[in-house]
């Protein structure tokens, strides 16, 4: 154990899905406790400590849909999903007592998203929203930076419509280069 309450936090995933369902979003998801904790970001994340970006916990998805891209054809989450950021995360405290709390404070080490972010639970009775900031450091940045000038998969370079236009994907979805 290292304080975190978790064994091996370096190895942690972390994984932004670009998802085109009824209305376009971005999914965060943090690995704990062998699944995936995940938030609805409707506008993506912001570089700018200023800007909070709202955040939406929805239910955990299982471990196996980390590497997932390609197009959910009906059901629930109907649409186009593009792998947008991989990684790991890393909690600064123990992630559990943060959840509970309603505050959870870690650093992102992905290609796009890095360095330290906070998600905070809003004091409101609906349910769970949350409040995603990027915290000052050399990672931060133009509030819009990061969602204007990453367009395309990281996994496989591709556009939405790429994605879209493609066979529908494999039950095991598409796994990212190296
Ligand atoms: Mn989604």
Same mark, same amino acid.
Not at 125 to 132: A, F, I, N, S
């Given at each position: 154990?290292?304080?975190?309450?978790?064994d091996?936090?370096?190895?942690?995933r972390?994984?932004?899905?670009?998802? /085109?369902?009824?209305?376009?979003?971005?999914?965060?998801?943090?690995?704990?406790?062998g699944?995936?904790?995940?938030?609805?970001?409707?506008?993506?994340?912001s570089?700018d400590?200023?800007?909070?970006?709202?955040a939406?916990?929805?239910?955990?998805?299982?471990?196996g849909?980390?590497?997932?891209?390609?197009?959910i /054809?009906?059901?629930?989450?109907?649409g186009?999903?593009?792998?947008?950021?991989?990684?790991?995360?890393?909690?600064e405290?123990?992630?559990?007592?943060?959840?509970?709390?309603?505050?959870?404070?870690?650093?992102?080490?992905?290609?796009?998203?890095?360095?330290g972010?906070?998600?905070?639970?809003?004091?409101?009775?609906?349910?769970?929203?949350?409040?995603?900031?990027?915290? /000052?450091?050399?990672?931060?940045?133009?509030?819009? /930076?990061?969602t204007?000038a990453?367009?395309t998969?990281?996994?496989?370079?591709?556009t939405?419509?790429?994605?879209?236009?493609?066979?529908?994907?494999?039950?095991?979805?598409?796994?990212?280069?190296?």
């Amino acid at each position: 154990m290292d304080g975190t309450g978790t064994d091996a936090t370096e190895t942690l995933r972390f994984r932004v899905q670009k998802h /085109a369902a009824r209305r376009l979003h971005y999914d965060l998801r943090l690995e704990l406790d062998g699944v995936l904790l995940s938030w609805a970001l409707t506008r993506g994340p912001s570089l700018d400590p200023a800007r909070s970006r709202l955040a939406v916990r929805t239910c955990d998805h299982a471990l196996g849909y980390a590497d997932f891209e390609g197009t959910i /054809a009906a059901g629930f989450g109907a649409g186009t999903v593009m792998l947008w950021d991989i990684g790991t995360w890393a909690p600064e405290e123990n992630p559990r007592a943060g959840l509970a709390a309603g505050r959870l404070r870690f650093t992102l080490r992905g290609r796009r998203m890095r360095g330290g972010w906070t998600l905070a639970r809003m004091r409101t009775e609906q349910r769970e929203r949350w409040l995603l900031r990027k915290r /000052a450091d050399e990672e931060a940045g133009a509030e819009d /930076a990061l969602t204007d000038a990453h367009r395309t998969s990281i996994a496989t370079g591709r556009t939405m419509e790429e994605i879209a236009g493609a066979e529908p994907a494999s039950s095991t979805g598409r796994f990212p280069r190296n």
